[in-house]
């Protein structure tokens, strides 16, 4: 068994790709004649593709066949594979490869743990797919956070026992879900949305070597 091993999220952790779910979504909005802005975005953070939609057609009053449902979610995720097919290393947030670097160093296994099915594409197109030794996404999990199995799942992959695992998280679904899985939950943004969390900070340039030092002697 490995001593420790670190989870990231990927969406507003890594990267921002919500600009660009964003933008398939609001266009498919549109097209429905449904009102979706900015904030209405926020609810989407975290939560799967099937669910986003759930919740948009809630918001519009619609009810649809199950073959409209699957077609609009074929819609909107190609969309959103023409904005993100632009990606490259440039969008990786701040300090974070600074970080995977540090932790590569010291062997720790790191995993990825997203709700997204697009994350090992994404994660090719800004060059950090050699950094982990497991991704666990939304291809490979039955139930979606706040349930802990996509953490758990990486724990299993990276031989780390779950309450030796720290994971990064921006989502307040995913910070309950690392704590359902007894892990260390670090948020990631503002700390009045991810009060769960045992740490908080607004991005990776506030998280400093003595503190990951900390996490892994932990
Ligand atoms: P996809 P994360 C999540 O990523 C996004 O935050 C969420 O907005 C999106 O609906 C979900 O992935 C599914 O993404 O449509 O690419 O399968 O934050 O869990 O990395
Ligand atoms: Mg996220």
């Given at each position: 068994m490995n001593k420790t091993g670190f989870i990231f999220d990927l969406d507003g952790v890594i990267v921002d790709t919500a600009k660009y779910h964003y933008l398939a979504w609001k266009n498919l909005a549109d097209e429905l004649g449904i009102e979706f802005n900015k904030d209405d975005n926020e609810?989407?953070?975290?939560?799967?593709?099937?669910?986003c939609l759930e919740i948009l057609l809630e918001m519009g009053g619609l009810s649809v066949s199950e073959k409209q449902f699957d077609a609009w979610l074929v819609e909107k995720n190609e969309d959103y594979?023409?904005?993100?097919?632009?990606?490259?290393?440039t969008e990786i947030l701040p300090d974070v490869e600074k970080v995977l670097q540090y932790l590569k160093k010291k062997?720790?296994?790191?995993?990825?743990?997203s709700a997204s099915k697009?994350?090992?594409?994404?994660?090719?197109?800004?060059?950090?797919?050699?950094?982990?030794?497991?991704?666990?996404?939304?291809?490979?999990?039955?139930?979606?956070?706040?349930?802990?199995?996509?953490?758990l799942i990486a724990a299993d992959?990276?031989?780390?026992?779950?309450?030796?695992?720290?994971?990064?998280?921006?989502?307040?679904?995913?910070?309950?879900?690392?704590?359902?899985a007894e892990m260390v939950s670090i948020g990631i943004g503002a700390s009045e949305v991810l009060q769960e969390a045992d740490y908080n900070f607004n991005d990776f340039t506030e998280i400093n070597v003595a503190f990951l030092d900390k996490l892994i002697e932990n």
């Amino acid at each position: 068994m490995n001593k420790t091993g670190f989870i990231f999220d990927l969406d507003g952790v890594i990267v921002d790709t919500a600009k660009y779910h964003y933008l398939a979504w609001k266009n498919l909005a549109d097209e429905l004649g449904i009102e979706f802005n900015k904030d209405d975005n926020e609810k989407f953070k975290g939560v799967s593709r099937k669910r986003c939609l759930e919740i948009l057609l809630e918001m519009g009053g619609l009810s649809v066949s199950e073959k409209q449902f699957d077609a609009w979610l074929v819609e909107k995720n190609e969309d959103y594979l023409e904005y993100i097919k632009k990606m490259d290393e440039t969008e990786i947030l701040p300090d974070v490869e600074k970080v995977l670097q540090y932790l590569k160093k010291k062997n720790i296994p790191m995993a990825l743990g997203s709700a997204s099915k697009n994350a090992r594409p994404i994660l090719e197109k800004v060059q950090l797919l050699s950094y982990f030794e497991a991704i666990v996404d939304g291809n490979s999990v039955t139930k979606a956070k706040p349930d802990p199995e996509v953490f758990l799942i990486a724990a299993d992959h990276l031989n780390v026992e779950a309450a030796n695992c720290v994971v990064f998280e921006d989502a307040v679904a995913g910070v309950a879900a690392a704590n359902a899985a007894e892990m260390v939950s670090i948020g990631i943004g503002a700390s009045e949305v991810l009060q769960e969390a045992d740490y908080n900070f607004n991005d990776f340039t506030e998280i400093n070597v003595a503190f990951l030092d900390k996490l892994i002697e932990n």
